[in-house]
């Protein structure tokens, strides 16, 4: 029986979705209703829209909402939809109704456009943003009921059922229907009478400024949101609360001061409803004062700290234990501990990164990724079924990776031609190990410019890289020189005829702290592994020899030890020029150093993170590229740096001319107590000085700088081309492309399924004895304390 006009009869509304066509039917939504209003039968049209922005959680500022009425055309039997525009078009909504007795409610199709846009879409979003829940709040308890409900269809007389509940979601009847009576809203099955409940609007720190504003009522997506959300605000305030009780379905905290008379408290439980954490009692406010300031605040742990930090990680993960401090005490305005924040730091990296098992799995999308926006970008694999000659099927086990990213192989082909190789072991749980190589370029910084994941230093994993790195970043470029350990491993590939490592295509030195630290565990004397680094580093054969007579008379093993090593191998005087002054593998383990944070995440984040670090090394570069080009230097810093110490010594040189044609010159320099006094043989034609520093570091010496100052030469000429800034920008000449969204990235479904080999496990059980990472090079220990370490070249008279 149809009510009278005074009354209200229920609207369906339906969003988020489209209208279709039915043959049997005529049209229909191919969504369930939305929602269920109350409407007057006196509304107006202002009023109906207001109502659906409302009960929609639309901004009116953002969309404009188009009203559809569904109604039943008596000529053909089938519904139809007509829009809704004013006042009259609501009043034919009622009169269709009362002129029917088959149905009881009216059903509205609700379509939003954005404001500016002229095509409309039929997919409502709803907006989540603060004011328009806060505002959605205020409006709903002006008195209109709104209740989702799903009725079944095929029946020829349809009701509706809509309970009150108390607090505790039990019915206490039928009679009267108010918002603030009804907080969640239910939707029912006419049938089955099955209730289930929309998500509650959840409440976030930032929503809430003081302890007073924490209120009953307020819902928290899971225990850890709300103790999080409550710590954070007295944090904030300076105020410190205790646990008076916390189990799996409740907490309850008092004031810190509650006996010094502050009766603020709160308890909140799960409520079996809607199974989130809600506040059920909040007294207040605080009374109490806080005089003693700390440093660290009681309710500051590493859960909260993990939230404030987690965006700084996952934009750089190698951010300095330093960076996060300082993000901490910006943020609460306390100094917390650095075990709080390494414990913050793991609770971070376990939320934002994927565990190791699925960090296999996306590594390839990934890579894929890189070499989509970054165009070649090399990247090449290696499973295991490759080594058991078995077909690449769907999954594949991983073995190894190599890539290379362009810029850094076009990088390459403008640096001083010297490559530093070097492995670190990863701390993941499933190992392996990091290959790095690295070069130099004029400003005497590393860049990294070939990466590969391996299952350990062996033969293979070595013969395997250095066969990429040869064919895909050094190319053609010959009289490359490779600096590394002697690990046996590199010494076969470099050896190997069919990799073209060997002279006269490239060059292989040792590092001199490695060779150093071979020979000390053959002989164990005190303070020979420095001798040895002397020995390695002089620049002329004369000094080479008195060093090496001295080192004989400690140790006269030494000359069987060496038998078997070139000596342009190692000795820097016998070296021709080929390694630029570089005497170790310290730029390659500097890098080590930059990610070895890095190095103890899943394999993904590791690559993604090596990734971000040559992005900003570049950046950098090119920033003091500028900045020296704007100072109108000519040479790059370190060059320049070399050339102003040389030019202050030569002013004390003498010079004689032996020969104008061939500008051959005697160079006498200045006596300075037990130093000086020397005679050196310049042959500029030659570009040789017998002090052997021009062909060592390819800058002139003070006695070259001499000889041109004496007959009015410019040096310039004289300097290698790869201490230039012009050529310096071309190192870093060509840009990376930053990754968009995952969205954007391009489909990539072709390739394998990879997966983790289970036999590359390393992670014990127990706890880690150090977090330092050691290997043999550590001997600072046996120095005398002061005492210099060898650096990244031997020093530079």
């Known amino acids: 029986m149809m009510t009278s006009k005074s009354d209200f009869i229920y609207g369906w509304i339906y969003c988020d979705g489209s209208i279709v066509s039915d043959d049997a ?54 519904f139809e939809v007509a829009p809704m525009y004013d006042d009259d078009d609501v009043e034919f909504m009622f009169e269709a109704v009362d002129s029917s007795f088959r149905k009881e409610y009216v059903e509205l199709y609700v379509e939003k456009v954005m404001i500016g846009l002229e095509q ?55 009679s009267e229907y108010r918002d603030e009576d009804i907080p969640y809203y239910r939707s029912f099955d006419g049938s089955s009478m099955v209730a289930s409940f929309n998500e509650p609007i959840m409440q976030k720190s930032r ?48 004031c810190k001061r509650k006996m010094e008379g502050c009766a603020w408290m709160l308890r909140a439980r799960k409520r079996k409803r809607h199974h989130f954490f809600e506040i059920m009692e909040a007294r207040g406010p605080h009374t109490c004062l ?32 330093k960076a996060l401090l300082a993000t901490s005490v910006s943020h609460f305005g306390y100094k917390p501990s650095r075990g709080k924040i390494r414990s913050a730091r793991e609770k971070a990296e376990k939320q934002l990164f994927k565990s190791s098992e699925e960090s296999y799995q996306y590594l390839p999308i990934f890579m894929n990724a890189i070499q989509s926006f970054n165009h070649g970008t090399y990247v090449d694999w290696h499973f295991k079924e490759h080594d058991l000659g078995e077909p690449i099927a769907e999954v594949v086990r ?25 492995g670190t072991h990863l701390y993941d749980k499933y190992g392996g190990v990091l290959i790095t190589a690295t070069t130099v370029d004029g400003f005497n910084h590393l860049i990294p410019i070939a990466f590969a994941i391996v299952e350990g230093e062996n033969s293979a994993s070595w013969s395997w890289f250095m066969y990429r790195l040869k064919k895909k970043v050094v190319q053609r470029r010959r009289d490359v020189c490779v600096i590394s350990d002697r690990y046996a491993g590199i010494i076969s590939t470099m ?23 071979n020979f000390g565990r053959e002989f164990r004397k005190g303070k020979l592994k420095e001798k040895v680094v002397a020995l390695c580093s002089q620049l002329t054969s004369a000094k080479f020899n008195l060093h090496w007579n001295a080192l004989l008379a400690v140790e006269p093993g030494v000359q069987n030890w060496f038998a078997d090593k070139p000596l342009k191998h190692w000795a820097l005087a016998f070296d021709e020029g080929k390694r630029f002054g570089i005497m170790t593998t310290n730029f390659a383990e500097s890098w080590n150093n930059a990610i070895k944070v890095a190095r103890k995440l899943p394999i993904t984040a590791l690559v993604k993170s090596i990734f971000y670090k040559v992005v ?24 320049t740096k070399i050339l102003n110490r040389w030019k202050a010594r030569a002013s004390g040189h003498h010079v004689k001319v032996f020969d104008r044609a061939t500008w051959v010159f005697e160079v006498t320099t200045m006596k300075r107590g037990q130093k000086g006094g020397n005679r050196q043989i310049v042959r500029l034609m030659e570009r040789i000085c017998t002090c052997n520093k021009w062909q060592t570091y390819h800058i002139p010496c003070s006695h070259v700088l001499a000889c041109c100052a004496n007959q009015n030469l410019q040096h310039t000429s004289l300097v290698s081309e790869w201490y230039r800034l012009d ?39 127990g706890r880690k004895k150090s977090t330092r990472y050691k290997n043999e090079m550590d001997y600072q220990a046996s120095r005398s304390k002061g005492s210099s370490s060898t650096g990244a070249s031997s020093s530079i008279p």
């Open 290 to 321: 806080n005089p003693n300031m700390s440093q660290d605040h009681c309710n500051l742990n590493s859960s909260n700290i993990a939230q404030v930090i987690s965006s700084q990680i996952a934009a750089d993960p190698n951010v300095s234990e």
């Open 207 to 254: 929503d809430i400024l003081v302890p007073a504003e924490l209120e009953r009522g307020m819902v928290f997506e899971s225990k850890e949101e709300m103790m999080r959300v409550i710590k954070d605000v007295h944090i904030r305030n300076h105020q410190e609360i205790k646990v008076l009780r916390s189990d799996l379905e409740s907490w309850e905290v008092a």
């Open 495 to 517: 050896n190997s005829p069919d990799l073209e490592w060997r002279e006269p295509y490239a060059h292989h030195r040792f590092c001199a702290r490695h060779l150093a630290a």
């Open 25 to 78: 039917e005529g049209v229909k939504y191919d969504r369930k209703m939305s929602r269920l209003v109350k409407l007057e039968f006196n509304l107006k049209y202002k009023e109906l829209l207001d109502l659906l922005y409302t009960k929609l959680w639309t901004d009116p500022s953002v969309y404009k909402l188009k009203i559809l009425q569904r109604f039943l055309n008596p000529t053909t039997n089938k």
């Open 616 to 639: 900003e090394y570049f950046d950098q570069r090119r920033l003091e590229i500028e900045k020296q080009s704007s100072d109108g230097n000519e040479f790059t810093k370190h060059a």
């Open 120 to 174: 409309s879409s039929n997919a409502v979003q709803i907006s989540k943003s603060v004011e328009s829940i806060q505002s959605s709040k205020k409006l709903q308890n002006s008195g209109s009921v709104c209740a989702s409900a799903d009725f079944s269809s095929g029946s020829s007389s349809r009701s509706f059922y809509m309970s009150r509940v108390d607090s505790d979601g039990n019915s206490i009847g039928s």
């Open 727 to 765: 050529n310096a920008r071309k190192v870093y000449a060509t840009p990376f492309e930053p990754l968009p969204h995952e969205d954007a990235w391009p489909l990539f479904d072709r390739f394998p399924k990879v997966v983790h080999d289970d036999e590359n496990i390393t992670k014990k059980p």
């Open 398 to 422: 991983f073995k190894r990776v190599f890539w290379a990213f362009k810029p850094c192989i076009d990088a390459f082909q403008h640096c001083i031609p010297v490559i530093l190789i070097d």
